[in-house]
């Protein structure tokens, strides 16, 4: 379970994150939406660690992801992140990628993590790439081989950070086809994204964000379906 | 023209030649191994926190890239003896071959740092790595790639430079043992072209390898 207790965020003056609270349960896929700037992105590096808070808690399985004390590598190994702009390791070849974080993080012996990375990469449909460099790589089977990257070291939670926006359009779908698996699979998921009718398709719940804060939450029905709030209703006006 | 070529006695002296060039690789191999350890620590004391540190790489970096390398070398050897701290002829042009070598390459890897995207580290460190990890495992190798062409000319640049050692007093060199040749023969033309050959054919040599090692590290 991820418990996000009243989190404020600022980058120097500008504070992009105030007072956030949400609870994400086991198995649950929680899509967050709304305009760009509006904290979505800069939450999700929070939950793992990657960026700092000022304020408040996340915790993660009850553990304090900010606590002083808190081991974040080790944490982190339950925690994968797929991010906009995919960060394949450009001097690995698709199989290392996927293989490093598991030999060097988790220790496992070489044939061990090659037998996992061909897993993970055959479930996002790339195991013909194994041997190849991500330059080779399309934007979209590059972001799918950073899933399986993250898949890798068996995680408990994904984060998608808007994972498709840098695609191009006829790249998306793969993309997309590939979480809607993970879904399926029973992963927990929190997704920023601006596709809204992906979003509607596989959310259990569906968050609007609005200037630093969730304007609105709920199943996609009600969110997207039936939006309570008028500035849901705006924004949903101006992505459809 | 009245210069009559013997080339026998000069090539008689090939292998005291010989062993010559291997104390002038000797000392480009030394100076560059330095250079890449002082390079190191200057490119991360210009990215420091500390004014003295940052004012002490940039005051390295401006007078090894800004003044002759021949002076580096009297520095080492008659500047230091003149505040009494004596080095013999072979440490006098490892320094200054090091100063020299450490102020171009410290730029060199300045650039070759910021050539990594910080996102890279962030991708790392979301997979659970720490920041050594990360680093070594991740940075490191990209920026070794960016480094890399650089390097070898720095090391081309330090085998010709240790020719300098000359003004110093080394004679064991290869320049030293040619200087010496041609004192005793007089056949100038001849043992200088044998000495430009071999510089020639060992900086081909470096070059070539180099190459060859960067085909098969570089596949990406």
Known sequence: MIEIENVHKSFGALEVVKGVTMTVEKGEVVSVIGGSGSGKSTLLMCINGLEPINSGHILVDGTDVHARGTDINRLRRKIGIVFQQWNAFPHLTVLENVMLAPRKVLGKPKAEAEAIAVEKLSHVGLGEKLKVYPSKLSGGQQQRMAIARALAMSPDYMLFDEVTSALDPQLVGEVLDTMRMLSSEGMTMIVVTHEIAFAREVSDRVAFFHKGKIHEIGPPAQVIGNPQQPETATFLKSVL | ?220
């Open chain 2, 1 to 220: 023209m009245n210069y009559t070529f013997h080339w026998r006695p000069a090539f008689r002296a090939l292998p005291d030649m010989l062993w010559g060039a291997l104390v002038t690789l000797e000392v480009a191999v030394l100076s560059m191994v330095l250079g890449v350890f002082f390079a190191v620590l200057l490119a991360l004391a210009s990215g420091s926190r500390f004014r003295a540190l940052r004012a002490f790489a940039t005051s390295w970096v401006e007078l090894a890239r800004n003044t002759p390398a021949l002076f580096q070398i009297y520095m080492a050897y008659f500047g230091l003896g003149s505040l009494g701290i004596y080095l013999d002829s072979f440490p006098a042009l490892l320094a200054g071959i090091t100063f020299n070598n450490a102020g171009y390459l410290a730029e060199t890897f300045r650039g070759g740092l910021r050539a990594v995207p910080p996102t890279q580290v962030r991708a790392a460190r979301s997979l659970g790595m720490g920041p050594v990890q990360a680093f070594r495992l991740i940075v490191l190798p990209q920026m070794f790639r960016v480094v890399f062409h650089p390097l070898t000319n720095q090391m081309v640049w330090a085998i010709l430079m240790t020719s300098l050692g000359v003004v110093v007093g080394l004679n064991n060199d290869l320049t030293g043992v040619t200087q010496d040749l041609n004192v005793k023969s007089f056949r100038s033309f001849e043992f200088f072209a044998i000495a430009a050959v071999i510089y020639y054919l060992i900086a081909k040599f470096v070059t070539g390898s180099a190459r060859l090692m960067a085909w098969r590290l570089f596949r990406y």
